[in-house]
C-alpha cells in the first residue's frame, strides 16, 4: 500500500523559511519522481518542482526552494526559503513511476503552508 505522508508546514513569516518532508511506503522510492505541488485558495493545483536524477522548479520559486531526496530514508524534502505571501497553499507529495500499464500517481493529504506577518 503506497503511503505518502507530508509534515512541516506552518505558519511563518515573510522572509522566513520552512523545511517540508515527505515519507514514503509501499514502492520503490528510488525508482520513482517525487514532486511537490501546492494549491492555494480558488486556484489550480500547480506543479513546483520535481526531482529524478535532475531538479526543476517553476519559475516562481527559483532560487529560493530546494528539492531534495534521500533515498535510504524514503523521504523528499522542499526546502523553502526567503517565503513570500503568495506561497502561501496546500502543499501535497506526490510520487510517480511508469508501468506497462501507464503512469502511476499518487498523493500525500497535504500540508498548509501559511506566510503571513
Known amino acids: 500500500q503506497v503511503q505518502l505522508v507530508e509534515s512541516g508546514g506552518g505558519l511563518v513569516q515573510p522572509g522566513g523559511s520552512l523545511r517540508l518532508s515527505c515519507a514514503a511506503s509501499?514502492?520503490?522510492?528510488?525508482?520513482?519522481?517525487m514532486s511537490w505541488y501546492r494549491q492555494a485558495p480558488g486556484k489550480e493545483r500547480e506543479l513546483v518542482a520535481v526531482i529524478t536524477s535532475a531538479t526543476n522548479y517553476v519559475d516562481s520559486v527559483k532560487g529560493r526552494f530546494t528539492i531534495s531526496r534521500d533515498n535510504g530514508k524514503n523521504t523528499v524534502y522542499l526546502q523553502m526559503n526567503s517565503l513570500k505571501p503568495e506561497d502561501t497553499a496546500v502543499y501535497y507529495c506526490?510520487?510517480?513511476?511508469?508501468?506497462?500499464?501507464?503512469?502511476?500517481?499518487?498523493w500525500g493529504q497535504g500540508t498548509q503552508v501559511t506566510v503571513s506577518s
Open positions: 506526490n510520487a510517480a513511476w511508469t508501468t506497462i500499464w501507464g503512469t502511476r500517481n499518487y
Open positions: 509501499g514502492f520503490t522510492f528510488s525508482s520513482s519522481a
